[in-house]
């Protein structure tokens, strides 16, 4: 890898208040009662984190059968179905919900609209945790829908008792046009009380925007799991960036990538620590890359508390405050 050049630098990027509160939930509930803590699924979809978090003591599971009775088992930021919650409980775990409160809210939704016996398209990607955590809710009243195309062929039982939700890491672009697609066939669809694409991904979206003109290489710092890294590459290429890439680690950037490239804008996903960020700055750095320009386009303090079953530990509220910042773990 070789050139002379400069770095955009886009912010927000990384950590926001629901990774934030889910990777410290798991640190403490270590501290409190002992390795190991089990993990249902990752705990957020970046495998550094995943890694740092086993070294600590935490085993990541796919279901919660795999747990022995009696362990204190965490369910990640992307929420998990109430049969999930069910079978723990079966089982005698202490359970400890990291769900994210922005996916949280899309759970009260979901249960909500199927109450008031609303069939709900959900706009999301089939297989996706958080999808199914949403459509356990209310399996009988979910349809999901997983692309704009999609929306041309989903059908409804009754086009005047229809509403759409979605999977809070999606690209706001392509929810909008899957939502104008579904009301072009139901013009009688209703809206969400509120936007479900969560702050972050939208804030980290704009800042893609914002740098891709410019960049003749955009490089996103993320996991391949991770819906909103995914969903930055293609933004990026989508406004205007020459080519984009998703890494997991600075080390896996290649050299032919950076052929005539004068301009690299650097962003990482909602659920990336900003080291991961730092040793790609200084892999981009040896390279030539010296001039780092930072773009901002937002500022973030939202902060969430941590899960309850925590919350009583005497450090708790230093640790609150703490959140809604990029941090290592």
Known sequence: MTGTGRVLLAAPRGYCAGVDRAVIAVE???????????????????????????????????????????SHIVFSAHGVSPAVVSAAAERGLHAIDATCPLVTKVHREA??????????????????????????????????????????TVEVTDPERVVWLSQTTLSVDETMDTVRRLRTRFPALADPPSDDICYATQ?????????????????????????????????????????????????????????????????????????????????????????????????????FSLPKELRTDRHGARDARAMGGRRTP
Do not use: C, M
């Open 28 to 70: 403490k509930a270590i501290e409190r009662y002992g390795a190991p803590v089990y993990v249902r699924k990752q705990i957020v979809h970046n495998v550094h984190v995943v890694q740092e978090l086993e070294s600590k003591g935490a085993i990541f599971v796919d279901e919660v059968d795999a747990v022995p009775s009696g």
């Open 203 to 303: 804030n980290r979206q704009v800042a893609v925007k914002k740098i891709a003109p410019a960049s003749d290489l955009v490089i996103v710092v993320g996991s391949a799991n991770s819906s909103n890294s995914v969903r930055l590459v293609e933004v990026a290429l989508e406004y205007g960036a020459k080519a984009a890439y998703r890494v997991d680690f600075a080390h896996e950037v290649r050299p032919e990538w950076f052929q005539g490239v004068r301009t690299v804008g650097v962003t990482s996903g909602a659920s990336v620590p900003e080291v991961l960020v730092r040793e790609l700055l200084a892999e981009l750095a040896e390279a030539g890359y010296v001039d780092v320009e930072e773009v901002a386009t937002a500022e973030e303090d939202l902060v």
């Open 111 to 152: 249960t909500r609209f199927a109450r008031d016996d609303f069939q709900i398209l959900l706009i999301g990607h089939e297989g996706h945790e958080e999808v199914e955590g949403t459509a356990g809710e209310a399996p009988d009243h979910v349809t999901l829908v997983t692309s704009p195309e999609a929306a041309d």
